[in-house]
T-cell receptor, first 114, second 114 residues
Framework: NAGVTQTPKFQVLKTGQSMTLQCAQD?????MYWYRQDPGMGLRLIYYSASEGTTDKGEVPNGYNVSRLNKREFSLRLESAAPSQTSVYFC?????????????FGPGTRLTVL | AQSVTQLDSHVSVSEGTPVLLRCNYS??????LFWYVQHPNKGLQLLLK??????LVKGINGFEAEFKKSETSFHLTKPSAHMSDAAEYFC????????????FGRGTSLIVHP
């Protein structure tokens, strides 16, 4: 099992450009998440999808959109990148049901917006 | 509602000495608690989790944590630090029956000196 995979690993954008970060999991989890990590801020939730077909805003959704394409895939789109979106982005998945289970994280995408 | 506070942003120890990383939580319901580790330029990995079974939880790499309801704490310990333990550590609280959103602490950076 590959677990949670993210593409790309690195990306440099110019202000105003758009891009989509891809995330896929092969553990048949129902819930998926997108976080950003900035120095001293810990992980902040951008969007999450509790189950296939649903998405909800997290703590810092402005400037982002998401798509839960199917149970495996959850993409994050930046429509018009800004320097404030320079960050490391992590995708995670978990099985949320009768028990509270841990999240599994991807390796991250390091994004720089010039 | 739930929250988590990691009491130290940085902890510095010498190799071979004990490690203590402190975490306090608040929760309206019985919580599930997790510790994750993040090595430099990597994703997060689960160290251990508490889900209402034994209050002393053993994890990977010799780490353990004790759930103390009366003190609302879930401190992470290790008897003897190794250089490879140098990393960022995150305490996380989740509540079954609550939202699908785990709450992260801001992280504690563990520095290990030779």
């Amino acid at each position: 099992n590959a677990g949670v995979t993210q593409t790309p690993k690195f990306q440099v954008l110019k202000t105003g450009q758009s891009m989509t970060l891809q995330c896929a999991q092969d553990m048949n989890h129902n819930s998926m998440y997108w976080y950003r990590q900035d120095p001293g801020m810990g992980l902040r939730l951008i969007y999450y999808s509790a189950s296939e077909g649903t998405t909800d805003k997290g703590e810092v959704p402005n400037g982002y959109n998401v798509s839960r394409l199917n149970k495996r895939e959850f993409s994050l789109r930046l429509e018009s990148a800004a320097p404030s979106q320079t960050s490391v982005y992590f995708c995670a998945s978990s099985e949320w049901g009768r028990d509270v289970n841990e999240q599994f994280f991807g390796p991250g995408t390091r994004l720089t917006v010039l | 509602a739930q929250s988590v506070t990691q009491l130290d942003s940085h902890v510095s120890v010498s190799e071979g000495t004990p490690v203590l990383l402190r975490c306090n939580y608040s929760s309206s319901y019985s919580p599930s608690l997790f510790w994750y580790v993040q090595h430099p330029n990597k994703g997060l990995q689960l160290l251990l989790k508490y889900t209402s079974a034994a209050t002393l939880v053993k994890g990977i790499n010799g780490f353990e944590a004790e759930f103390k309801k009366s003190e609302t704490s879930f401190h992470l310990t290790k008897p003897s630090a190794h250089m490879s333990d140098a990393a960022e550590y995150f305490c996380v609280v989740s509540v079954l029956g609550g939202s699908y959103i785990p709450t992260f602490g801001r992280g504690t950076s563990l520095i290990v000196h030779p």
